[in-house]
T-cell receptor, first 113, second 112 residues
Framework: DADVTQTPRNRITKTGKRIMLECSQT?????MYWYRQDPGLGLRLIYY???????NKGEISDGYSVSRQAQAKFSLSLESAIPNQTALYFC????????????FGPGTRLTVL | AQSVTQPDIHITVSEGASLELRCNYS??????LFWYVQSPGQGLQLLLK??????LVQGIKGFEAEFKRSQSSFNLRKPSVHWSDAAEYFC??????????FGAGTILRVKS
């Protein structure tokens, strides 16, 4: 079984729709992250959370929100999707004791028409 | 600001040939450095990491990387490339607070 899972794996939606991407992990890690990947830009950090009560904005948080429902669950929402949010989205986790080493889910490919 | 530069967007090598992927970083303190690989349709997998000590680090799948402080570089190498190494490779620097900054990636193509 995968340690970090993301649902859905693929999603096509329309401009203006609300959409939620979900991430679950069985690694027991406290820290969770959301990134988006765009060709030629690498991965950019959207939001991160160090525990259930801690949420922090990353480099590109505008247009996104997150919810940390439990230690193992971290969801990313697009309140009103727009076409330039079309991208590959990754969830990642890390452990306080393994500095900076992050473990990634398989990604969600989101297309906004 | 911290940044990571991967100068090569695409690299093509013949199977069996050696490989070097370049990575340069800009960071004020001693960096934590990483190389990740992303195979088509997959998430990112950690190849190797450098925290301190020996500047030549060994990773999985026969990869190694050398940290050169004077050049602010952390280049990834493999002596003999296999067709299964075709993927996108990302260099990253670790920041305080367990965050990572990624380079733009290098796409490796392997020709037979």
């Amino acid at each position: 079984d995968a340690d970090v899972t993301q649902t859905p794996r693929n999603r096509i939606t329309k401009t203006g729709k609300r959409i939620m991407l979900e991430c679950s992990q069985t690694k027991g890690h406290d820290r969770m992250y959301w990134y988006r990947q765009d060709p030629g830009l690498g991965l950019r950090l959207i939001y991160y959370s160090f525990d259930v009560k801690d949420i922090n904005k990353g480099e590109i948080s505008d247009g996104y929100s997150v919810s940390r429902q439990a230690q193992a669950k971290f969801s990313l929402s697009l309140e009103s999707a727009i076409p330039n949010q079309t991208a590959l989205y990754f969830c990642a986790t890390s452990d306080l004791l393994r500095i900076n080493e992050q473990f990634f889910g398989p990604g969600t490919r989101l297309t906004v028409l | 600001a911290q940044s990571v530069t991967q100068p090569d967007i695409h690299i093509t090598v013949s199977e069996g040939a050696s490989l070097e992927l370049r990575c340069n970083y800009s960071y004020g303190a001693t960096p934590y450095l990483f190389w990740y690989v992303q195979s088509p349709g997959q998430g990112l997998q950690l190849l190797l990491k450098y925290f301190s000590g020996d500047t030549l680090v060994q990773g999985i799948k026969g990869f190694e990387a050398e940290f050169k402080r004077s050049q602010s570089s952390f280049n990834l190498r493999k002596p003999s490339v296999h067709w299964s190494d075709a993927a996108e490779y990302f260099c990253a620097v670790g920041l305080y607070g367990n965050k990572l900054v990624f380079g733009a990636g290098t796409i490796l193509r392997v020709k037979s």
